[in-house]
């Protein structure tokens, strides 16, 4: 088992930074990539970015690439989202999520409890 904990989500206004960071714990030698999802009231979860737990380049979706970055810091089993320029669109629940089985970004195995990022006009 892995356990996923979010945290650094707030109220923050559009053109503003946050910085949501993921503290795993259990079983991390068995985490092949860790990712970030979101989602928005009414719409379904979608994919943010992703990153190799063991080293490798990130991969981000679309609408976060040159606004947000996605690092890890292994040696303390953690794992970060930094966003900039951050817009009402961005508004969502953020989740953090682990794959084990595999290396799909898309098919987690373990999924963090979120944490609130709300971005006001």
């Known amino acids: 088992q892995v356990q996923l904990v979010e945290s650094g989500g707030g109220l923050v206004q559009a053109g503003g930074s946050l910085r949501l960071s993921c503290a795993a714990s259990?079983?991390?030698?068995?985490?092949?990539?860790m990712s970030w999802f979101r989602q928005a009231p009414g719409k379904e979860r979608e994919f943010v970015a992703t990153i190799p737990w063991n080293g490798g380049e990130p991969y981000y979706a679309d609408s976060a690439k040159g606004r947000f970055t996605v690092s890890r810091d292994s040696a303390k089993n953690m794992v970060y989202l930094q966003m900039n320029s951050l817009n009402p669109e961005d508004t969502a629940v953020y989740y953090c999520?682990?794959?084990?089985?595999?290396?799909?970004?898309?098919?987690?195995?373990?999924w963090g409890q979120g944490t609130q990022v709300t971005v006001s006009s």
């Open positions: 259990g079983r991390t030698f068995s985490i092949n990539v």
């Open positions: 999520a682990a794959t084990t089985k595999g290396y799909s970004a898309y098919a987690p195995d373990y």
